[in-house]
């Protein structure tokens, strides 16, 4: 991304790029996983169609890895282009624990009108 700032909206679980004139231009939808451990699970990437191929996801993907290593807590992502870039950069983006991701699944099964 150039000169895109990227921001945390937690309260409504969406980490967003912005363009030059203030607008979301990409997010990632996410939630925050409460038990058995705290986690950071993303659900969904999403860029604006006028944006796409500016590396904006991956600068997504990259900040939120950021936030959690920050708030020293894991990522477990269920999104699928997360997944993909999580494996592309294994030093950012450490190897989510299996029964994290058990739990985030669970959790998504039991709140299906969330995302």
């Given at each position: 991304m150039t000169d895109q700032d990227i921001r945390d909206d937690r309260a409504a679980g969406r980490l967003e790029a912005l363009g030059d004139g203030g607008e979301v231009v990409g997010r990632i939808e996410y939630f925050v996983l409460e038990s058995p451990g705290r986690a950071l699970v993303p659900v969904h990437t999403i860029v604006e169609p006028a944006h796409e191929g500016k590396g904006i996801a991956g600068s997504l993907a990259r900040e939120l890895y950021g936030i959690a290593a920050r708030e020293?807590?894991?990522?477990?992502?269920?999104?699928?282009?997360?997944?993909?870039?999580?494996?592309?950069?294994?030093?950012?983006?450490?190897?989510?624990?299996?029964?994290?991701?058990?739990?985030?699944?669970?959790?998504?099964?039991?709140?299906?009108?969330?995302?």
């Open positions: 020293g807590i894991p990522v477990a992502p269920l999104c699928p282009y997360v997944v993909k870039w999580a494996q592309r950069h294994p030093e950012e983006a450490p190897a989510a624990d299996p029964e994290l991701l058990r739990a985030a699944k669970d959790w998504l099964r039991a709140h299906p009108g969330r995302f």
